[in-house]
């Protein structure tokens, strides 16, 4: 029986404004392949360092907005980019949702901005390998000062946790339905996104985050369309970032995850600190998937000690 009290919380929780989201000074696009790659800075243009963020799937670079409040005040400029098929980026059809094309992608916004000095790659979730790619490929013409990978694997990302099942027949189900009636099942994802907020409390937060955090997670979600999950998936299947491990030798890190992760679990994360012997690997506590909203403050620590160890 609830309380007058918890009663009192729970609607103060319902009702709370929605988050403002991120704060940036400027954004523009980058033209590649016929996509505008859209892109959000924040903090001075010519800054000897810069981080750059790199999101996870299905969502946007708002995902880093408490890093990039909590970092705002160091001499840094930040940089974050909307991955082919998310964000202000927009929807490009499966065949182009690649993760070594959303690399490139990437470093055609570096070069667009003029990066050219100290560089920290932060990469969450599918950002993890798609960063690891951005590293491993282009390593000779990037400055790379270290790196945080969050929730990132070098395996092939259906090899365990949930994504394990969904390349099973749950899977197959899924493809040949929208083989069959892709306007059907933009229909479903619409109707089944509705949920996502009680879905996500309960799936996917273990530590208190609050509802606004929860509805922000699930609107970004909404906004995904459905060609970048049937295209990003099919390449997650197979690809892999062991080769990666030239480059992160060469650069400190920071390995974090959640130890309530279902999607990439701890393993998939021990798995790449086997490959990056400099990378501190920190398991956090009652974390699941999303570091950047249950943990956000191990993960700009993380960043502002390589930032501060950048001499």
């Not at 750059?52 to 974050?80: C, K, T, W």
């Not at 964000?87 to 949702?97: D, I, N, R």
């Not at 790619?133 to 395996?155: E, F, K, N, P, Y």
Request: proline share 6%; aromatic share 8%; with cysteine.
């Amino acid at each position: 029986m609830f309380t007058g009290k918890k009663r009192t919380s729970l609607l103060d929780a319902l009702s709370a404004r929605p988050i403002a989201g991120l704060t940036y000074d400027r954004e523009g696009s980058t033209l590649r392949q016929g996509l505008n790659i859209h892109w959000y800075e924040r903090g001075p243009e010519d800054a000897d360092l810069t981080i750059l963020y790199v999101h996870g799937f299905n969502i946007s670079s708002e995902e880093f907005y408490m890093q990039v409040d909590a970092l705002a005040s160091l001499p840094v400029r930040q940089l974050l980019v909307d991955l082919r098929g998310h964000g202000k980026t927009g929807p490009v059809p499966p065949h182009m949702c690649q993760v070594d094309d959303a690399a490139d992608d990437i470093y055609a916004v570096l070069r667009d901005r003029g990066v050219t000095g100290p560089l920290i790659v932060v990469g969450h979730s599918l950002g993890g390998p798609v960063s690891l790619s951005l590293m491993r490929r282009h390593a000779a013409a990037l400055d790379l000062a270290g790196s945080v990978q969050i929730s990132s694997t070098v395996d092939p990302f259906a090899d365990q946790g949930m994504p394990q099942v969904l390349a099973g027949w749950v899977g197959s189900l899924l493809e040949d339905l929208y083989t069959a009636s892709p306007r059907l099942m933009q229909r479903l994802l619409t109707l089944g996104t509705r949920l996502l907020v009680p879905v996500l409390a309960l799936g996917f937060y273990f530590r208190p985050v609050g509802y606004a955090v929860v509805k922000f997670h699930a609107a970004m979600i909404q906004r995904t369309a459905l060609d970048t999950y049937a295209g990003f998936f099919d390449d997650l299947l197979t690809h892999s970032e062991l080769a990666a491990a030239d480059v992160l030798a060469t650069i400190p890190g920071y390995i974090l995850v959640g130890s309530r992760d279902s999607v990439t679990p701890v393993s998939q994360s021990r798995r790449l600190s086997e490959i990056w012997p400099r990378a501190y690997f920190q398991v956090l506590p009652e974390s699941g998937h999303m570091p950047p909203f249950d943990a956000p403050g191990a993960v700009s620590t993380a960043i502002e000690r390589l930032v501060r160890g950048v001499g």
